[in-house]
């Protein structure tokens, strides 16, 4: 007698196959961006900002997130829903993240939104490279290493809210760290472009930077790029 259960089955095995085929392709990532964003640009929108616990942050760039992409301007997200953020694995990072990675979102929190949307939209398309703690760990560092306000000042641009062309900052940027990355602006209440964010790329296993395969959207006005007070 033949086993009627046999072709389901097969079917079955083909489909798991395939989920877990496409999920291994959409972790490995073909480079990360790392993006850091100005708050006084943030909070200068009709959005505007709530500060989160325990207060205001210092004037000093943020951490956006970590995210892999593909060289063909496609990116995975949302790779694995059974890794949600655990706190436990992060809490000797939780200081750190709460200065160096603050939400500035309404209603006020401590960032666990904030981190939890970037992990499970982006970390999780990375855990082939870095594990949860590694993810949040390597952006810390990254930061620290970069420091993009002391190398944008070093370059005289202040955040008085002056005006400054668009190749200075990123001529200062590339000076830094060796590689051209992606700024981008956004508008703020006064109409003015003003410095908003930056994308620095490393390479496919979160090491080393890299010259942008693929630069965001700059919206930047190259004359005149205000940088706000904070």
Not at 24 to 49: I, K
Not at 52 to 62: E, H, L, Q, R, V
Not at 145 to 164: K, M, R, S
Request: proline share 6%.
């Amino acid at each position: 007698m033949k086993n009627s259960h046999l072709p389901l089955m097969l079917l079955w095995w083909a489909f798991i196959l395939i989920l877990s085929m496409d999920l291994s392709g959409a972790q490995a990532c073909h480079f990360f961006y790392f993006v850091q964003q100005w708050p006084g640009s943030v909070c200068d929108t009709r959005q505007s900002c709530c500060y989160p616990t325990p207060g205001k942050p210092s004037a000093n760039f943020g951490v956006h997130g970590l995210w892999p992409n593909y060289n063909d301007g496609v990116y995975p997200s949302n790779c694995d829903p059974h890794s949600p953020l655990d706190l436990s694995k992060i809490s000797d990072l939780l200081g750190r993240m709460q200065s160096e990675w603050p939400m500035l979102a309404c209603p006020s929190s401590s960032g666990r939104q904030f981190w939890q949307h970037e992990w499970e939209k982006h970390g999780t398309c990375s855990e082939s490279v870095l594990d949860q703690r590694r993810y949040f760990l390597t952006a810390l560092d990254l930061k620290r290493e970069v420091n993009l306000l002391g190398t944008l000042q070093a370059a005289g641009i202040q955040p008085d809210g002056g005006f400054y062309r668009f190749s200075s900052i990123s001529n200062a940027i590339k000076a830094a760290t060796g590689h051209t990355s992606g700024i981008q602006c956004n508008i703020g209440e006064d109409k003015n472009s003003q410095l908003y964010q930056v994308y620095l790329c490393l390479d496919s296993s979160a090491n080393s930077f890299i010259d942008c395969p693929i630069l965001p959207r700059s919206s930047c006005n190259s004359d005149r790029v205000a940088f706000l007070a904070f």
